[in-house]
C-alpha cells in the first residue's frame, strides 16, 4: 500500500466534517444532519466515555491521527469519526441531545481548549484509496470492530460499476465470498427496512446494533428458505425473486417480526436455526405467512427499493420519516452518486450511464449537462416503450390536435414528462412531484426543462457544478421509478 501521496495536515476540528456515509449511523432513509450523527455516535459508540478519555489524557494520543478526504471543499474525515466528534463536542457541548449537554459541558472545563482545537489529519487521495486501511483497522481489532451489518454497509459503497468484486477483495484483502456474504446481507437488511412493519419494530431493522444479523445472513444463505420464499441472489449479491412480491414479503415480514422477539416469546435466533433441519421446522411452520409459491412473479431488491410498486412505496413511506429536501449524497468530484444504479434493461441507456458516472463534474460542468439531459431524455423514452404508453401519448396528442399525425412522430421532453406526471403508475413523494412539476411548466424555476435543453442547444448557456448537483437531487426519484 502506497503512502507517499497522503498528505498529514494539522488543522482545526471545526472544520473537519463527520462523514454522513460512516457505517456506524443508523439509516435515517435521507441523508443525515450532523446532529444526527453526533446523536447516534453519543448513544451507540459510547463517544461521552472517549471524550472522558481524551480529557484524562489531555488530548488526542500522538498516534491517532485522523483519516480524511477532500470531497468538493469539504474536508470529510473517513476514519476516526468517534474521535472527531468527542473533539467537537469537547469544543462545542451544545451540540450534543439536550440530556448530554452538561456532561460534556463538564468535561469541556476539564480541558485547555488549545489541547482539543487542532488535529492531525493524514488525507486520502480518495475513498477508494482509504478502504484497504480502514476495513484492516475495523476487521482486524485496531480499533472497535464493526459490527456485522456495519460491514456489510461499508462494503457495499466500495462494490460497482467500476469497482467490481474481484478488484475490491484484491485491494482490502478480503475474499470475493466473504464480500459476496457481505453484499447479500446489506442486500437483505435495506429491503428489510421497507417491510410493512410496526414502528418499533422498524427501528430496530434500521439499527444494525439491534436486529441480530447473524441470524439474517444464516436464513438467507439456507437454499431451504430461498426455495421457500421464492428468491436467490445475483453475481452482485442483489435479490432475484420469482414469486409475487406480495406473497414474499409477507414471509419475509414474519420472519423478520420473528427474528426481533425475545427466544422466550417464541422469537428465533442462532441457536433455534443451528442446522438444515432447525430452518425447515421453522419453515414448516410459518403457517398461513408461508409465501404461496403458486403465486408467480417476478421482482428484484432494485425494484423493491425504488417504490416502483404501490405497495412498496407504502412501505417505503412509512419506513422514511418526513424530512426536508436534500441534495444528493455527493461521490467525489464526480455527479452521479456512488450508490445510485442503473437497472434499465436497454443496452443503450446503461452504456451512456456508464459514461456519464466516470465524467468529474468539477472538471467537465458543460458535457455532464449535455449528458443528463441526453440520458434521461433516454431514461423517459424507454420507460414509454418499455410500457407501451409511448402509444398512448401519442394518441392523447392527436385528440388535443397537438399533432396531425402518429407517423414517425416523437414526442418533446415537455410534451412526454407532462404525461409522465399524471401516469398514477409514477410514484414519489409530494415533494419531489411538486419539485419536477415546476420543473415541467414554470419557466422561470431555478432549473426548468428549457434550461436542460439550453445545455445542448444554446452556446451562450451552460450549467456550473452546484446547478448540475441539485438538478441531479431533483431528479433522481424520478429516475428510479424509470428503471424498467
Known amino acids: ?59 488526542l494520543y500522538p498516534s491517532e491521527a485522523l483519516i480524511g478526504i477532500e470531497d468538493n471543499g469539504d474536508k470529510v474525515v ?32 476539564l480541558i485547555s481548549p488549545q489541547t482539543i482545537e487542532k488535529a492531525h489529519v493524514v488525507f486520502a487521495p480518495s475513498r477508494e484509496a482509504a478502504a484497504p486501511l480502514i476495513v484492516s483497522r475495523h476487521t482486524r481489532g485496531a480499533v472497535k470492530a464493526w459490527l456485522p451489518g456495519q460491514q456489510a454497509k461499508y462494503i457495499r459503497t466500495l462494490v460497482g460499476p467500476d469497482h467490481p468484486i474481484e478488484d475490491i477483495a484484491k485491494r482490502i484483502n478480503i475474499s470475493e465470498t466473504d464480500i459476496l456474504k457481505n453484499l447479500r446481507v446489506d442486500t437483505m437488511l435495506q429491503v428489510a427496512r421497507i417491510m410493512p412493519l410496526p414502528d418499533q419494530l422498524r427501528e430496530m431493522v434500521a439499527d ?26 445475483d453475481g452482485d449479491g442483489n435479490l432475484v425473486g420469482d414469486i409475487d412480491e406480495g406473497e414474499f414479503k409477507k414471509g419475509f415480514t414474519r420472519f423478520l417480526i420473528d427474528v426481533l422477539k425475545p427466544v422466550s416469546d417464541g422469537g428465533i435466533d442462532t441457536r433455534t436455526l443451528n442446522t438444515k433441519s432447525d430452518i425447515q421446522n421453522y419453515l414448516n411452520g410459518l403457517g398461513s405467512d408461508k409465501p404461496d409459491k403458486r403465486k408467480k412473479g417476478v421482482f428484484t431488491s432494485a425494484s423493491l427499493l425504488s417504490g416502483k410498486t404501490a405497495s412498496a412505496n407504502a ?58 439531459r441526453i440520458f434521461f431524455e433516454m431514461l423517459v423514452t424507454h420507460y414509454l416503450d418499455e410500457t407501451s404508453k409511448m402509444k398512448l401519448l401519442v394518441q392523447e ?81 424520478l429516475m428510479k421509478q424509470l428503471m424498467v
Open 1 to 59: 500500500m502506497d503512502l507517499t501521496a497522503w498528505k498529514v495536515r494539522e488543522l482545526k476540528v471545526s472544520s473537519l466534517s463527520l462523514d454522513p456515509q460512516n457505517p456506524r449511523i443508523p439509516e435515517f432513509g435521507a441523508a443525515p444532519t450532523v446532529r444526527q450523527i453526533i446523536a447516534s455516535l453519543i448513544k451507540y459508540e459510547d463517544v461521552l466515555e472517549l471524550a472522558k478519555n481524551i480529557v484524562q489524557f489531555g488530548g
Open 78 to 109: 473517513v476514519e476516526g469519526n468517534r474521535r472527531l466528534a468527542a473533539l467537537k463536542l469537547l469544543d462545542s457541548p451544545e451540540m450534543a441531545p439536550e440530556s448530554y449537554v452538561s456532561r460534556f459541558r463538564a468535561q469541556k472545563e
Open 208 to 233: 444494525p446494533r439491534q436486529i441480530p444479523v447473524s441470524v439474517v445472513e444464516r436464513f438467507i444463505e439456507s437454499k431451504a428458505a430461498q426455495h421457500a420464499f421464492g428468491f436467490q441472489f
Open 315 to 372: 412501505a417505503g413511506k412509512a419506513a422514511v420519516a418526513k424530512t426536508a429536501a436534500h441534495a444528493a449524497p455527493r461521490d467525489s468530484a464526480y455527479l452521479v452518486p456512488k450508490e445510485f444504479r442503473c437497472t434499465a434493461k436497454a443496452p443503450r441507456v446503461k452504456e451512456t450511464f456508464r459514461e456519464l458516472r466516470r465524467l468529474k463534474v468539477t472538471d467537465f460542468p458543460n458535457t455532464c449537462g449535455v449528458m443528463v
Open 397 to 477: 396528442l392527436l385528440k388535443k390536435k397537438t399533432i396531425k399525425t402518429p407517423n414517425e412522430y416523437h414526442p418533446s421532453m415537455t410534451e412526454m414528462m407532462m404525461f409522465l406526471m399524471a401516469d398514477q403508475a409514477i410514484i414519489i413523494t409530494a415533494q419531489a412531484r411538486k419539485v419536477i412539476n415546476r420543473m415541467v411548466s414554470d419557466k422561470h424555476s431555478l432549473l426548468s426543462f428549457d434550461d436542460m435543453n439550453a445545455f445542448v442547444h444554446n452556446i451562450h448557456l451552460g450549467p456550473n457544478e452546484k446547478e448540475l448537483r441539485r438538478l441531479w437531487s431533483m431528479l433522481q426519484p
